[in-house]
């Protein structure tokens, strides 16, 4: 899956991918791709929870060799 830009959020914790997606997402135009990598577990609630909450569409999710996550979400 490609991306048009991605957000490093390795070793930060709730709430912070959530809100940090959430700000380099409006920056970005509509249909762009964020990949957000992230190594908290609670995303793998928080950020679905997020863009059905947000209008954006959550394209793919990637589990990494080391444990992390990437997200690709698709701006609304």
């Known amino acids: 899956m490609t991306a048009d830009d991605t957000l490093d959020t390795l070793g930060l914790l709730c709430p912070l991918p959530v809100l940090k997606a959430r700000k380099r997402l409006k920056g970005l135009s509509s249909g762009a791709v964020l990949r957000v990598l992230t190594s908290d577990p609670a995303a793998l609630v928080d950020i679905p929870h997020f ?14 060799p080391d444990g992390s996550h990437a997200f690709f979400i698709r701006r609304a």
């Open 51 to 64: 863009c059905h909450e947000s209008g954006h569409e959550l394209v793919a999710t990637q589990d990494m």
